[in-house]
């Protein structure tokens, strides 16, 4: 069962086609990458499947394990994300006067339910929850090594740290689908490499896919299950890596038109 | 041997020279000349002169020395050092003081209006009802990060609430207290519901419209709410159907004024400390983000708008029995920003930092009567002060610092840097 | 009919006197996204320091005309004295602060100049001298609108055509639309931004002084408070045209000027602020954006 299903996918911004019927799919626990030359559209795939932007045409479904297909046109991003997709951003956005921890704990908002009066009453359930909520928030530190700076300030992280925080909250958020936006952008080579475990722990350990926007090329081969291409607000190509990498299509988009001509 | 260690400043002088100058020529219509068109008279008050001209070649200087510590502020936060624990941050952390704190305020509390006059008691009790009001607007406004000019609606709501049931039903303080804040709470999510989707700067002008909406309402409309002359002979507070005169009165006010700060505090601070309360935070932060990590932000930002206008709403009701008479004179814009400025002096989200404020706001025009008359002068001037050089407030947010229960079996690395 | 023109030539002027502090708004908040809560003091402090000169000069014994010129300009230098030492104060330090810091500033300086002009003079309305004359030689046409309101239109659009030349075709012109554009992009090419928002400053002042004396004279009375109501007012106009848009702010004016008009004369005449109020709302809750204006995108 597709656990991402985008058909047809289509927007315009005034004059120019962002989007042009982009299909590709994504399956449970199957990390995916997006690739393209800068300005193909890629994060606004990711701002129409959380909702941030409003596609003119096509569609998104998306199949969580436990439940019906669920057209994801039209939602606001944050029932997006309730029904599993979570992202991180390009430009990292977390919340930089809250603790290392609470960021995290944010996270896990959308999956606990105590409201005004539980807040002021502190009964069993709200207290069981609260403790819930930290004791899983304080779990995923542990695992991605961020524990020690629990309860400093995320905006004093420095960037790797900063970045992986990112991805943490998201994960808080008990995703089916993670989508990274350029999560090894400034990273140097072993940063990356750390990357590169986390996000195959992410998807061995808990099951969760992954769809990856990013341009580190070494990355992505070593990553990916399958690659789809993107130029100009079109899929060009998809496939598994290799089968990707020797694309003439995707050859041309990245090195232009020299790269046909003919040895001399 | 060099002498010139520490040349004289003449460079410095010339700067707040010129700086002077400049202000005796900008203020010199206004501050110099008094022109009476009625009588047809024209003052000059060449004394203003001297004062405006001495009185900012000094405050250019603080000025420049006060710019530079902001500066290097800044450098050492881009430079990433963790900014040095201020002094109002160990005063929190101090634990050793709470007891003994408490307990010497529980009894000058309990001996206040037996020890005041009945005149200090009512200044009292104006500061406590400003203490709500001001930690009711540091939900909206201090921690959800909503900029709302329009609180005083929600005052307004309570306050005329009480008189009108009064007048016409004879409706009591206590029952009416509980009805004045469902009415703040109702109108909070009537007027928050169309508005709170704009961006900071549109919501601030919008509830702005929203607050002289309602007062010139209540100016205009004659038949519901009586007009500009308001309405009179409100009930005050009865204690078991005894009937009190105006000194017992005050005295059974302010207790009861004790009572619903008490409560307040309470809440807000459960309120802060919460699931709800970090959205609220995270809301503040990034509210694209918030959004992201799954967070309804219309629901959550009403929530806090709403709650807000609770309080307010609660107060109003107060307001009326204390004064035992409303019209909408008491509800302009300038009470709005009133309480805006305690929240931002108090420091956005700061508990301690809003009663604070709203005791300093409000007391220190009382006992410094000479200063009395510039006020309002002083409040728009400290906020402009505090915005440029103290944003955080007057007492700096602590975070809290978590102490989390260890799952079974996991690894306990606290150790490095927690020192509680 | 004559009923009619009479509320029409009526919106027109005082459309016209929303227009010129409208200006002033629009302006710096396409400049540096600053809602200039302190603009409508600007304007209040331009028709005392207006008043002032007037008396002074009227003692002195100058003709009215001189008066009118000579009150006019030192109006027109101190507003823009004001609005200059304003800018550099409360908003200069706040540029790199989050959006609410500089219009927390902003609305502490607009109280501090009310309460500043408030105990520095009197609390009471002053009556301000006509200073305006009623020409003889439009006494037919009087009834219909009165010398000091054409004077009020012809001098408002003579004012526009000079702006709008000034934007056009003036390197500083340029230099100012570029800085709405891209603050940072401009200041890499060279433009002043400093230099740039202290004109747009000037301007602004200038302006709204100019509408104060305008108006003073045609109401004839003045008071610490006015700023306040007229800031609201010329503020809905420029939300309404689009802020940060120089032809939707006169023409968000001119249609608040209308809507007043023809609201007051044909509906209810106590309710005259609630007009602009509820248009202010409502514009606000349902086209943020205004009539001209464009919703701004937000890069994710």
Known sequence: MTLLEVSRLSLRFGGIQALDRVDFEVNPAEIVSLIGPNGAGKTTVFNCLTGMYVPRGGD??????KGPPRRLNGLKPNQVTELGLARTFQNIRLFPSLTVLENVMIGRHCRTSAGVLGAVLRGRGTRAEENEILARSYDLLLRFDLDRQANDMARNLPYGAQRRLEIVRALATEPALLLLDEPAAGLNTMETQILDDLITRIRDESGVAVLLIEHDMSLVMSLSDRIYVMDYGRMIAGGRPEEVRDDPAVIKAYLGEAADAPPA | MPRDHHPFPWAEIKRSLLVSLWFMFLTFPVMVIRVNTVERTVEWRWNNMVLVGAGSFALSFVWRWLMARREAGRVRAERGEQG????????????????PGLLAGALFIAAFPFIFSTYQVNIMITALMYVVLGLGLNIVVGVAGLLDLGYVAFYAVGAYGYALLNHHYGLGFWAALPLGAALGAVFGILLGF????????????????????????????????????GIAHIDRPGLFGLNLDLDWTMKYLFFIMIALVLFTVFVVDRLQNSRIGRAWLALREDELACQAMGIDKTRTKLTAFALGATWAGMIGVVFAAKTTFVNPASFTFMESAIILSIVVLGGMGSILGVIIAAFVLMLLPEYLRAFSEYRMLLFGASMVLVMVFRPQGLITRVRRRYEYPLPQGLPDRRGADDPA | MDYFLKLFLGGLTKGSIYALIALGYTMVYGIIQLINFAHGEIYMIGAFTALIAASVLGFLGFSQLAILVLASLVAVIYSAAYGLTVEKVAYKPLRQAPRLSPLISAIGMSIFLQNYVFLAQTSDFLPFPALIPEFDFWAPYAHIISSVELAIILTTAAIMVVLTLLIKFTRMGKAMRATAQDKEMAMLVGVDVDRVISITFIIGSSLAAVGGVLIASRVGQINFYIGFIAGIKAFTAAVLGGIGSIPGAVLGALVLGWTESFATGYVSSDYEDVFAFCLLVFILIFKPAGILGRPDAQKV
């Open chain 1, 60 to 65: 998104m479904i998306l199949t969580p394990s």
């Open chain 2, 84 to 99: 040095a624990e201020t002094w109002t941050m160990r005063i929190q952390g101090l634990r050793e003081l709470r007891l």
């Open chain 2, 194 to 229: 169309p508005v709170l989707r704009l961006r900071g700067d549109y919501l601030a002008i919008v509830t702005l419209g929203f607050g002289e909406i309602i007062r010139l309402i209540l100016e205009n409309w004659n038949a519901f709410s009586f007009g500009p002359s």
